[in-house]
């Protein structure tokens, strides 16, 4: 059973940055696809970013520009480099991976941009 854990999230004022880290208990390699999903207070979850095989990326429209994915097959860790944060990226942030047959998530990690 994969398990993943989330870290990185945290309080910062609009216009700072963060870095969210998934780490996965297990190799990554053969996952087809990774994603960050957020879920603020009262609204769905939604995908923020994504990466499958080949390393192609998607991004929401509200995070184009400002957000990044990205992965370290080595470490069987994905990242989401966060820029330019708004107060409306406060969320709950969750890390997904889907395999053959499988899909993880963790437990998610709070993020919040206030002044």
């Known amino acids: 059973q994969m398990q993943l854990v989330e870290s990185g999230g945290g309080l910062v004022q609009p216009g700072g940055s963060l870095r969210l880290s998934c780490a996965a208990s297990?190799?990554?390699?053969?996952?087809?696809?990774m994603g960050w999903y957020r879920q603020a207070p009262g609204k769905q979850r939604e995908l923020v970013a994504s990466i499958r095989t080949g390393d192609s990326t998607n991004y929401a429209d509200a995070v184009k520009g400002r957000f990044t994915i990205s992965k370290d097959n080595i470490k069987n860790t994905v990242y989401l480099q966060m820029n330019s944060l708004k107060p409306e990226d406060t969320a709950v942030y969750y890390c997904?991976?889907?395999?053959?047959?499988?899909?993880?998530w963790g437990q998610g990690t709070q993020v919040t941009v206030t002044s």
């Open positions: 297990g190799s990554i390699f053969r996952a087809y696809g």
């Open positions: 997904n991976l889907n395999f053959p047959g499988s899909t993880y």
